[in-house]
């Protein structure tokens, strides 16, 4: 099992370096500027320092190269789902919060969110499990009750939304 999180982790990370890199300048004095700023401080600090800032793309740039620092950690993979979103690159988002969930499956926010990219690419079944397994963790936060709902009635399924609606009233405020 663990070899294959390991292997799965490894192609996402080439996968994304590949595209970032066929993107890039290979001699530019931008590239230059980044490889002399990074030796004092590590990558994922830097990530977050521009993620707070919302620099989404130069965040994007210091999550990456943290991912082939510490391919195991959820918490970048997390960061780099909620970057995509915000980008609207629901692809790279819907595989970043896989990988942040295979590694912590326990984390009801990569659960949420990877429900929340599922139902905005219109995959609402898929959706639901997240959000199940979002308000199974923790239900007493209402916005997951409310987007198990919004899937449910996308689906049809209007006592199950009515039900799901109703528990995000009660943990409301």
């Known amino acids: 099992m663990y070899e294959i999180v390991i292997i799965i982790c490894l192609a996402i990370i080439f996968a994304i370096l590949f595209r970032k890199w066929s993107q890039t300048k290979p001699y530019s004095s931008e590239n230059k500027k980044v490889k002399t700023e990074l030796s004092d401080v590590s990558f994922l600090d830097k990530g977050e320092r521009f993620f707070e800032e919302q620099n989404f793309r130069e965040a994007e740039r210091y999550y990456v190269k943290a991912v082939s620092d510490d391919p195991e950690n959820p918490q970048i993979y997390g960061r780099l789902g909620i970057i995509y979103t915000k980008l609207d690159n629901l692809k790279d988002a ?80």
């Open 94 to 173: 819907k595989e970043a919060f896989n990988m942040a969930v295979k590694l912590d499956s326990e984390n009801g926010y990569y659960q949420n969110n990877l429900g929340l990219v599922l139902y905005s690419l219109n995959r609402y079944k898929e959706a639901i499990i997240y959000f199940e397994n979002a308000v199974k963790i923790d239900g007493k936060i209402a916005r997951r009750w409310i987007n198990l709902g919004l899937c449910y009635e996308r689906l049809g399924e209007t006592n199950k939304a009515k039900r799901a609606f109703k528990n995000a009233e009660r943990y409301k405020g």
